[in-house]
């Protein structure tokens, strides 16, 4: 087998975003584009020769074209050795557990996470680091420098490996191990929470059902949730993974997950619901006829934390993403520990928890996690309530509510408006910013706005700076208007608009969150003239 090295031109949009880089599939297949992104990675993480790497993905159409096209790569450009998921799937949370346990040099993570898969459809790439998060801003501006200059690649010639044995085979001089995607992390979780206590409240008739959405948490909740511990067959719904996963959009929420939200508002509910998405690692918690805000659910385990052996020391403290509600912080407040607030995206929290400054960590998007691995994970998220659940022995509901009653509630919603052209979101952005004076001070409605800013943040560990984080509109209740743009949508431009209002009195508990945000809503839509400049009467999603 001969190592080639390949003439190419750049490709000017490989920009990685929130996560990593997320085109349409056809994009990707056109010659020498994924293959220049990789030796773009390649080049810019300087990984000694015979270094380990992981490999693996949510299994959407052209994941396992992309790992062949990664292992010839990594082969021909020094690796010694790659761990990869058998049939080539690795949820994002297991590739970052793999990454650890083994103490490899980083991974390669393919997913284009709650997008939708298939032919037409979206696919994404990205590297891990050691500590197996995301690359730090440093690592992926060092990438798309690269990409923007890339003349050649180097590429081993040689068949294709089998993937579906566990085993190792070689490649060139690379060993290519291929180990079964679930057990790593099952043990992980075995050692985090109390399987027996929930084996037994599952055996006392609480019933749940977990919708994998044909993603890649199918096989990981069959043996967690089923197997493991012992939860009736059928309680994992939609869980074979499938290519396009079955023509649907892998996104944990009320809008997408339907199938779900229709049995857990059923007359036949069971107690407790939750699904995951394309890759794994967001989550979404109901009860019976109940939904649990994700800004609540990481509000919730850090109050409730001790009850599970995994946290019974308790927490070093507790991190969310800026438009993430702020009912975090009271739980963070009352426990007297540090509540950090980041950029939108998983890679601001590495640095906070290999530092040791946070435990748990969170955001607005369905994402909920702790310093067990550096990504956020959907699965470890249900198997906490579950603990919980086991111990306080309460409905979901229940518990919820005697939250509230303690520390008060944060009424909260995102607004999101899809495919936007992308002048059109770039204009609502800069009149917003044009108006910052103008808008401070100023009374809308019975809210009067105390400040605005674009979210600034210096990192408390290395001290980057990353500006441009999201418009924010701050009222003296301590309300919030949020504006940012997406930075994982593939098509046109998408805005999300963030809405949230605090209420300590529990008379108010009964309200509906779009009931109480209706006044904010309407403030938001006006000052940032949205449906003028973007011809949109109505969000394409409302979380
Ligand atoms: C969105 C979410 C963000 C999340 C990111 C990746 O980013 O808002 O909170 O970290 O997706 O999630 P954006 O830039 O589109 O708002 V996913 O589950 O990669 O894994
Ligand atoms: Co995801």
Redesign the pocket.
């Known amino acids: 087998m001969s190592i080639r090295t390949v003439t190419t031109q750049p490709f000017p949009d490989q920009k990685p ?3 990593g880089l997320r085109k349409k599939v056809p994009v990707f297949q056109q010659p020498n584009y994924l293959e220049n992104f990789v030796q773009a990675i390649f080049d810019s993480i300087a990984a000694p020769q015979g270094a380990t790497l992981v490999v693996g993905g949510d299994g959407r159409y052209y994941n396992r074209e992309a790992i062949q096209i990664i292992l010839k790569m990594a082969a021909a450009n020094g690796f010694g050795k790659v761990l990869v998921g058998r049939g080539g799937i690795l949820s ?1 949370p297991a590739a970052s557990c793999v990454i650890r346990k083994y103490s490899t040099f980083g991974g390669i993570i393919l997913s284009a ?2 997008n939708p898969g298939g032919p037409k459809e979206d696919f994404g790439i990205k590297f891990n680091s050691s500590n197996g998060g995301p690359a730090t801003e440093t690592v992926t501006d060092a990438i798309f420098a690269k990409s923007k200059n890339i003349a050649s690649y180097r590429i081993l010639d040689g068949a294709d490996v089998s993937l579906d044995e566990l085993g190792e085979t070689t490649l060139g001089g690379m060993k290519v191990q291929v180990i079964d995607p679930v057990n790593d992390y099952a043990e992980l979780m075995d050692k985090l929470f109390d399987f027996d206590a929930i084996r037994g409240l599952l055996k006392s008739g609480f019933r749940i059902k977990f919708d994998a959405m044909h993603a890649v948490n199918g096989p990981y909740a069959k043996e967690i949730i089923e197997t493991r511990l012992g939860a009736a067959a059928g309680s994992v719904m939609n869980g074979v993974p499938l290519e396009d996963f079955g023509g649907g959009h892998p996104d944990p929420n009320l809008t997408y997950a339907h199938d779900l939200v229709e049995i857990m508002y059923g007359d036949d509910a069971p107690d407790f619901g939750a699904a995951s ?1 394309g ?1 794994g ?2 989550n979404m918690i109901l009860g019976k006829h109940f939904f649990v805000t994700p800004s609540d659910s990481l509000a919730l385990l850090a109050a409730n934390a001790t009850l599970t052996p995994g946290y019974k020391q308790g927490l070093a403290g507790i991190a969310r ?1 800026m438009p993430t509600s702020a009912a975090a912080d009271r739980v963070a407040k009352a426990l007297n520990i540090p509540c950090y607030e980041t950029p ?3 890679k601001f929290f590495g640095n906070l928890m290999d530092a040791g400054k946070v435990s748990l960590c969170g ?3 369905f ?1 909920t996690g702790s310093d067990h691995v550096r990504e ?1 994970d959907g699965l470890w998220a249900v198997l906490f309530w579950l603990n919980i659940l086991a111990v306080r022995k309460q409905s979901v509901e229940a518990i919820v509510r005697e939250h509230w009653g303690k520390y008060g509630r944060n009424f909260y919603s995102r607004y999101d408006y899809e495919g936007l052209p992308t002048e059109a979101a770039n204009g609502v952005m800069q009149h917003l910013r044009d108006n910052f004076s103008a808008l401070t001070g100023s009374s809308q409605g019975n809210y009067t706005v105390a400040t605005c800013d674009d979210f600034s943040y210096t990192d408390p560990v290395d001290g980057s700076i990353s500006k441009n984080q999201g418009v924010r509109i701050l009222f003296d209740d301590g309300s919030r208007i949020i504006y ?1 743009l ?4 593939t098509e046109g431009a ?1 805005l ?1 608009v963030y809405l949230e209002a605090y209420e300590a009195d529990a008379s108010q508990h009964h309200l509906d969150a779009q009931e109480a945000l209706k006044k904010l809503i309407g403030i938001a839509l006006d000052i940032s003239e949205l449906v003028k400049r973007t011809g949109r009467e109505r969000p394409t999603v409302i979380t």
């Not at 997406?486 to 949508?489: L, Q, R, W």
């Open positions: 975003g929130t996560s994002t996470s709650h998405d890759d690692d967001r993403s939108t995206g998983w955001e607005e998007s994402g956020k940012r997406s930075g994982t949508g998408t999300r």
